[in-house]
Structures are given as structure tokens and as C-alpha cells.
């Protein structure tokens, strides 16, 4: 395999995801290493990171006054650890024009919903209280509007219905956990296997419907 992509992982929480990329990172067939992991404050996740043997360092954002001056402190870190690709991974920040534009194409996220549905905070609340009967997660490059911009790829899963939103994001974290590392490795190589061609049915449908009855 050709030399491996550097990427920049940003956090501002536990940093599953984080975890979850830096394990597929150090396998030889992922196309990715982890450079650095940067939070913007004390995030739980630094620990992990740094247990992993990861790189850390904090851009906090109560450092600075102004948006943009975090932006560009962001962007000399990014730039310092040699990063080419960005996953924000749980970070809690909402990045400014410059920086998105400086990077374009080259800021990915994961969010707990399929987008378009269920932008924002709380989704697996907002998801049970619309009753949808699918839900899942997201990977998409980072636009300047929050939560937008062409998705990468997707995870659904069934909503059951003794489902909690707590019940709910666990499974769909453990989703996002396998989703995340194989949509950066096919955003770097734009390679993959084919789309499956199975369709998530929830309720299931029965075993073998048959055909319709013939008088309707
Ligand atoms: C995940 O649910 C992710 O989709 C969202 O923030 C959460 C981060 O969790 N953007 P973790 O810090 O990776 O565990």
C-alpha cells in the first residue's frame, strides 16, 4: 500500500470515535495514521488518546476572544502535525468559513442521525419522538452550515420499540464505530466494495409474502 494519509482527529468528549479510528488506523491495510488528536478544552478523550500512544495537544477556545482567531490557531496546529485530512469526531465546535474553505474536501464528521433528518443536538430523543422506524448515523465532509455538506456514508439500523434514546445511541455509536473508520478509508481511496443491495425493513416483513391475492 502507498504511504499512509495523515489525519488530524478533533474531540471535545469521550472520543469513541476517536478510539474507534485510531484501531483501524494502526491496522497496515487502513490508508490513514493518526498525527494528532486535538481537543478544545480538557476533553475525557485526551487520556485515551494518549494511552493509545496518539499525539495530543489542547486549542482551547476560552483562549481566545474571537472565532476566527481559534480557527487560526486550529489551522497552525493542523498544519504543525503535518495533517491532510480532518475527522471531527464528537467536536463540539462549529468551524468558521475561512477554515472550512481552507480545507475543503478534506473535513469529514459523524453525526448520530441520517442526514438530512435530525440535525443538531439530541437526535436519538428527537428520533424517537418523530417515531421513525430507521435510524443511524452519518459521515459527511464539513460544510460552512452545521451538519451539512455531501454524505460520505451511512449506517441504518432498525428502531425497536422498547427503544430508549439511551438504548438507541448505544447501538447507534456501535455503528458509527465500524462506519467511521471504512468512510475515511474510502474517501482516501475512493475505492470500496460494491453498495449492498439489501433494504433495511422495520417492521421486518414477513418471512415470504408471496405474491399480492389476486383480487385486489
Ligand atoms: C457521536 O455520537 C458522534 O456521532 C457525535 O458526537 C458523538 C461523539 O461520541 N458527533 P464520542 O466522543 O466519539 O464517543
Redesign the pocket.
Known amino acids: 500500500m502507498s504511504a499512509k494519509i495523515p489525519v488530524a482527529v478533533l474531540?471535545s468528549?469521550?472520543?469513541?470515535?476517536?478510539l474507534a479510528l485510531a484501531r483501524a488506523c494502526a491496522r497496515a491495510d487502513h490508508p490513514a495514521r493518526i498525527v494528532v488528536v486535538i481537543a478544545d478544552g480538557e476533553a475525557p478523550?485526551l487520556a485515551a488518546a494518549a494511552a493509545a500512544g496518539l499525539p495530543t495537544t489542547i486549542v482551547s477556545r476560552a483562549d481566545f476572544a474571537e472565532r476566527a482567531a481559534f480557527d487560526a490557531a486550529l489551522d497552525a496546529a493542523l498544519r504543525a502535525h503535518g495533517a491532510e485530512i480532518v475527522c471531527?469526531?464528537?467536536f463540539m465546535r462549529i468551524l468558521g468559513p475561512a477554515l472550512v474553505a481552507r480545507w475543503e474536501g478534506r473535513i469529514l464528521?459523524?453525526?448520530?442521525s441520517l442526514l438530512p433528518a435530525f440535525k443538531g443536538l439530541d437526535t436519538h430523543a428527537r428520533a424517537l419522538a418523530a417515531d421513525v422506524k430507521i435510524h443511524g448515523?452519518s459521515v459527511h465532509l464539513v460544510t460552512a452550515a452545521l451538519d451539512d455538506g455531501p454524505i460520505l456514508a451511512q449506517a441504518a439500523l432498525p428502531v425497536r420499540p422498547d427503544d430508549t434514546a439511551e438504548s438507541l445511541?448505544a447501538r447507534?455509536?456501535e455503528a458509527?464505530h465500524r462506519l467511521y473508520p471504512a468512510a475515511l478509508a474510502r474517501h482516501i481511496t475512493g475505492a470500496g466494495p460494491p453498495a449492498a443491495e439489501t433494504a433495511l425493513f422495520n417492521p421486518p416483513l414477513a418471512p415470504s409474502p408471496g405474491a399480492p391475492p389476486s383480487d385486489c
Open positions: 474531540i468528549g469521550r472520543g469513541s470515535n476517536m478523550g471531527l469526531a464528537g464528521n459523524i453525526h448520530p448515523a445511541a447507534v455509536l458509527e
